[in-house]
Nanobody, 127 residues
């Protein structure tokens, strides 16, 4: 089992920045990729970004490319999501996810490929 704990959410004005953290514990050696997803009220969960464990390849949703950066600190078993130039439409609960699969579909963007999820952290961007 893998446990994930997110932190770093909050309220920020449009154009501002936030950094989310996701600390993993447990069978972290089994993790092959980690991702961030978000879910706004009344909407389905959406992919935001992902990073592979083996070589650090990154993947982003088109809506966040150029604004968000996913990174990892393997020594701390922690993944980060640096969010810049935030927009009101970025408002959502952000979830960290970890997968232990060998193959992933849709460039790591399918939530079904991730077995472990954090509790979520709220990000609110005011206009």
């Amino acid at each position: 089992q893998v446990q994930l704990v997110e932190s770093g959410g909050g309220l920020v004005q449009a154009g501002g920045s936030l950094r989310l953290s996701c600390a993993a514990s447990g069978r972290t050696f089994s993790i092959s990729a980690m991702g961030w997803f978000h879910q706004a009220p009344g909407r389905e969960r959406e992919f935001v970004a992902a990073i592979t464990s083996s070589d650090g390849r990154t993947y982003y949703a088109n809506s966040v490319k150029g604004r968000f950066t996913i990174s990892r600190d393997n020594a701390k078993n922690t993944v980060y999501l640096q969010m810049n130039a935030l927009k009101p439409e970025d408002t959502a609960v952000y979830y960290c996810a970890a997968g232990d699969k060998r193959y992933y579909y849709s460039d790591f963007a399918s939530g079904d490929d991730y077995a472990y999820w954090g509790q979520g952290t709220q990000v609110t961007v005011s206009s």
